[in-house]
């Protein structure tokens, strides 16, 4: 009973943060752009209109069609550009931590509808070196922040990164799955298996890592791996 109760407050300050948001943050949130409905039912990328006759649960985009995600569904709060970036950046890189509140706020009423069937969230983790050198796990922060706002629990530790990995930054998406395959493990099956799981990331850009996240999942038997990240790039799709 207490965790509906929760989940029902948690609801209540989603519309309240979705209209209201911290007066400090108020000019800062008018220059981003915020993703929603509608859009592509697998990715989540966003469409200009609902197109007519179509489901918004049929609802896909070219990419998806050719090449079905091992995720069931990902979603994103922010477009990744100029505005979101300087944000993400002072908070990945720069340690600033003030607008944990309002991150987990947009990344709750975008994945609200995973969130609301979801057993446990998992971040994306990173490899031990890298964790000592950045001093934290952005995506666990992200993780935390959000399991306070919606209710659901949090492992930080289930979901592993064994091998030390380049950064992605410059490579081309089929360049990104080959530098983070086997890179994941998880360090019980007993802690994922038959359970709903949804990846917490910072950054969605090819969906290579959170791909490699799935599989892995996957195979220690998790039954449906949703995804949610803060903010996701957005590239032009090709002419017809």
């Known amino acids: 009973m207490e965790v509906w109760q929760s989940r029902l407050l948690s609801m209540g300050r989603l519309v309240v943060d979705t209209v209201l948001p911290p007066t400090d943050d108020t000019e800062l949130f008018a220059a981003l752009t ?21 489901s918004a649960f049929d609802l896909a985009c070219a990419a998806c069609l050719a090449r079905r ?14 505005a979101s970036r300087r944000m993400i950046l002072a908070f990945k890189h720069g340690g600033h931590t003030d607008r944990l509140h309002s991150f987990a706020a947009q990344m709750h009423r ?32 992200l993780a935390r922040s959000l399991s306070r706002r919606c209710g659901v629990p949090m492992d930080a530790h289930a979901l592993l990164r064994d091998r030390r990995t380049p950064s992605q930054g410059g490579l081309s998406a089929a360049g990104r799955r080959r530098n ?4 994941f493990t998880v360090s019980d099956p007993g802690r994922v298996a038959g359970r709903r799981l949804v990846l917490i990331d910072d950054v969605m850009t090819t969906g290579a890592t959170l ?3 799935t599989r892995t999942l ?6 449906r791996i949703d995804t949610v990240c803060l903010a996701r790039v957005v590239k032009p799709l090709p002419a017809p």
């Not at 996957?218 to 039954?223: E, F, W």
């Open 110 to 141: 975008a994945g609200r509808t995973a969130l609301a069937h979801a057993d446990l969230l998992i971040p994306v983790p990173l490899h031990r070196t890298r964790l000592i050198k950045r001093r934290f796990n952005q995506s666990a922060l």
């Open 34 to 54: 915020f993703l929603d409905e509608p859009c592509c039912a697998s990715c989540g990328y966003p469409f200009d209109h609902q197109v007519a006759g179509i």
């Open 69 to 82: 995600p091992a995720y069931a569904t990902a979603r994103s709060a922010l477009q990744y550009d100029e």
């Open 211 to 213: 791909e490699a996240c």
């Open 180 to 183: 983070v395959q086997g890179a």
């Open 218 to 223: 996957k195979r220690a038997g998790a039954t």
